[in-house]
């Protein structure tokens, strides 16, 4: 019998994701679409960051593989940007 075994930077960065856009979506949501959208957007953002800071080597504060500083970061702006698209 075989498992799947799912590595556990992507469940750290799961976990994230969903935990900033759970608390974005309580101080700037208004339905329950932005929560789905905000996680989403979280999601991408911290994926985006994971790639930054692999890509310029950064360590400022990992936890494991995870670039915690690089992805918060990133996840942050990408709800931001999706705040000031959106209108």
Excluded: C, N
Aim: charged share 10%; no cysteine; hydrophobic share 60%.
């Amino acid at each position: 019998m075989s498992f799947i075994t799912i590595p556990p930077a992507l469940v750290i960065i799961l976990i994230l994701s969903i935990i900033y856009g759970s608390i974005f979506h309580l101080f700037r949501g208004q339905d329950w679409r932005d929560l789905s959208s905000f996680i989403l957007f979280a999601l991408i953002g911290f994926t985006v960051g994971q790639i930054v800071g692999a890509l310029l080597g950064l360590d400022v504060m990992r936890l494991g593989q995870v670039h915690f500083i690089e992805g918060t970061i990133f996840a942050w702006l990408l709800m931001l940007a999706f705040v000031w698209w959106k209108g």
